[in-house]
C-alpha cells in the first residue's frame, strides 16, 4: 500500500535504463542484426550537401513510397536520407530498406531498435549517395512508460571527397515530457564529433505529458513552450542550426498542428531548409542543404 | 453606469437570497487537470446563488518540469434544479513554466504566458460537498488547447 501511494505520487514514467554506448553494427547479431549495403557508384563530393528525414510508417509499400520520393524535386535530389520506423520481415526476400536503397541509387545502414509481431524487425537507416562508413548504433535511454518501446540512435560517416561527415539519424518516444526528450536524445550527439548532422523524429509532440499518458494541452496554450522550442533550444546550446522552425508542421495528425521532425547541423552553413508534402507516411519529409 | 448599477442590485439581492438559504458563501476546493494544470487548489466566494468570483492556483513538478500557474476567474449558475447545476466559468490564466536541464551541455528553458479561458461544467452538490466536471478551451501564446477538470470542494 505504501509502495503503491509513493507510486502514485511520484509518477509511472521512470528511466529504466540509460541506454548503451556506440557500438559497432558488427557487435550486433540475431534477430536485431544491421544491414550494411555496398558503396554506391563514385561521384563527385558536392559543393551543397542536401540531407532529408522522413519517417516512412513502415514503408509498407515500397515501390510507391520510392516514386513518392523520386517524383519529389527537393527529395529526389538529397545526397543523404534519413528514415525511421521501416520495418524488416523473414516473410520478405529483401528488406525494405535495401528495396527503397536500390530504387533510389543509394547505399544503406540499417539497424532495427526491436522486434515487431509476424517475424519481423523495426528500426532505422541511413541512405546515402556516398559511402557510409564507420557506422554505430546505441541504444537511447528507456522510459518504463505505457507501451514502452526502445529507441535508438544510428551513426554513420559520410565519405566525401576524404573529408567524412559524421552523420546521425534517431527516433525519440512520443509521449516523453520535455526533460526526459533531452535525457532521450543527448547521447545521440555525444561522442559523434563537432562537424556533424543529426535529425530524424523527434516525436515533438507539443505538450509536457503526465505519466506519459495525459498531455497538459492548456498548459501548453498559455505558455506557449512547446516541446520543438525547447528541443531547438537544445540544439541550439549546443551550437546547432535547424532546418525548419518549430512552427511547421510535419505530421498529417488531425486538429493538432506539431512539428515531429527536423535535422540540425554543426559547423556546416544552413543555406535553405523546408518540409516537403508528399504522400507515403503520416509524416512529411524535411530536407536542408548544407555549404561545405 | 445603468448597466452597473442593475449588476449590483442584482447581486445584492441574491447575496440576501444566498444568505438565506443557509449555504455558506465560501467554497475551497482541490481540482485535477482543469485551468490550474495538472492540479490545483482554489477558493471561490458566491456574489449570489448564481454569480461567483474565484482563483486556482498550482505549483506542480512534471517530470522535473516546474510549472505554476494562477487563475482567477468568474463563475455562473446556467441552469440549477435540486443539487444538480450547469455553469460556465470565464477566466485569466497566467503560467510559468521552468525546465531544469538534465544534461550538462544545455541550461534549460524557462517561460512565462498568459491567456485566457471559458469552461462550461455539471455541478453536484450538497450543502457541504461540491464536485463539478469541466470542459475546458485555453487560449493563450500558445494557441488554444482543450482541458478536461474535475473538481471536490467543501463549503464550511
Not at chain 1, 513510397?65 to 520481415?89: G, H, K, M, N
Not at chain 1, 528500426?123 to 529507441?151: H, K, T, W
Not at chain 2, 444566498?18 to 490545483?40: C, I, P
Request: net charge negative; with cysteine.
Amino acid at each position: 500500500m505504501k509502495a503503491a501511494l509513493l507510486a502514485l505520487v511520484a509518477g509511472c514514467v521512470d528511466v529504466a535504463n540509460t541506454g548503451t554506448a556506440w557500438e559497432d553494427l558488427s557487435a550486433i547479431t540475431g534477430e536485431l542484426a544491421p544491414e550494411h549495403g555496398p558503396d554506391p557508384a563514385p561521384l563527385a563530393a558536392p559543393t551543397t550537401l542536401r540531407v532529408a528525414t522522413f519517417n516512412v510508417h513502415f514503408a509498407d509499400d515500397v515501390d510507391n513510397l520510392a516514386a513518392q520520393i523520386r517524383a519529389s524535386t527537393y527529395l529526389a535530389r538529397a545526397d543523404v536520407l534519413f528514415v525511421q520506423e521501416i520495418r524488416r520481415y523473414h516473410s520478405e526476400p529483401v528488406s525494405r530498406v535495401e528495396r527503397l536503397a536500390t530504387a533510389l541509387g543509394m547505399t544503406w545502414v540499417y539497424a532495427p531498435a526491436h522486434t515487431v509481431d509476424n517475424g519481423g524487425v523495426h528500426g532505422v537507416a541511413i541512405l546515402s549517395r556516398y559511402p557510409l562508413v564507420a557506422a554505430q548504433v546505441r541504444q537511447l535511454p528507456y522510459f518504463d512508460q505505457p507501451n514502452p518501446e526502445q529507441r535508438i540512435a544510428l551513426r554513420a560517416d559520410v565519405v566525401l571527397d576524404g573529408a567524412p561527415l559524421h552523420v546521425v539519424d534517431v527516433h525519440l518516444d512520443t509521449r516523453l515530457a520535455p526533460s526526459d526528450r533531452i535525457r532521450q536524445l543527448d547521447p545521440a550527439l555525444q561522442d559523434v564529433g563537432d562537424r556533424m548532422v543529426i535529425g530524424g523524429d523527434l516525436n515533438t509532440l507539443p505538450w509536457t505529458w503526465v505519466d506519459g499518458a495525459v498531455p497538459l494541452t492548456g498548459t501548453e496554450a498559455v505558455v506557449g513552450q512547446d516541446q520543438a522550442t525547447i528541443v531547438d533550444d537544445f540544439f541550439a546550446g549546443n551550437g546547432f542550426a535547424r532546418a525548419i522552425a518549430s512552427d511547421v508542421v510535419t505530421t498529417r495528425a488531425p486538429i493538432f498542428s506539431m512539428r515531429l521532425d527536423d535535422l540540425y547541423a554543426r559547423e556546416l552553413a544552413v543555406t535553405t531548409g523546408d518540409v516537403e508534402h508528399v504522400d507515403g507516411s503520416d509524416h512529411w519529409p524535411v530536407w536542408f542543404d548544407l555549404r561545405r | 453606469m445603468r448597466l452597473a448599477l442593475v449588476v449590483c442590485v442584482l447581486v445584492s439581492q441574491h447575496q440576501v437570497a444566498a444568505a438565506d438559504d443557509g449555504v455558506s458563501r465560501h467554497l475551497f476546493y482541490g481540482e485535477l487537470l482543469g485551468k490550474a494544470g495538472e492540479y490545483g487548489v482554489g477558493y471561490e466566494l458566491a456574489l449570489s446563488p448564481r454569480l461567483a468570483l474565484g482563483a486556482a492556483g498550482s505549483f506542480a513538478v512534471v517530470r522535473d518540469q516546474q510549472l505554476a500557474t494562477f487563475a482567477p476567474y468568474l463563475h455562473l449558475t446556467l441552469l440549477a434544479h435540486h443539487t444538480h447545476a450547469l455553469f460556465a466559468e470565464l477566466g485569466a490564466v497566467v503560467t510559468h513554466s521552468k525546465v531544469p536541464s538534465p544534461v550538462s551541455s544545455w541550461d534549460g528553458m524557462t517561460a512565462t504566458g498568459g491567456g485566457g479561458f471559458a469552461s462550461i461544467g455539471y455541478q453536484h452538490a450538497t450543502r457541504h460537498l461540491v464536485m463539478r466536471a469541466t470542459g475546458s478551451a485555453i487560449v493563450g501564446e500558445g494557441g488554444i488547447g482543450p482541458a478536461v477538470g474535475f473538481t471536490i470542494g467543501i463549503r464550511p
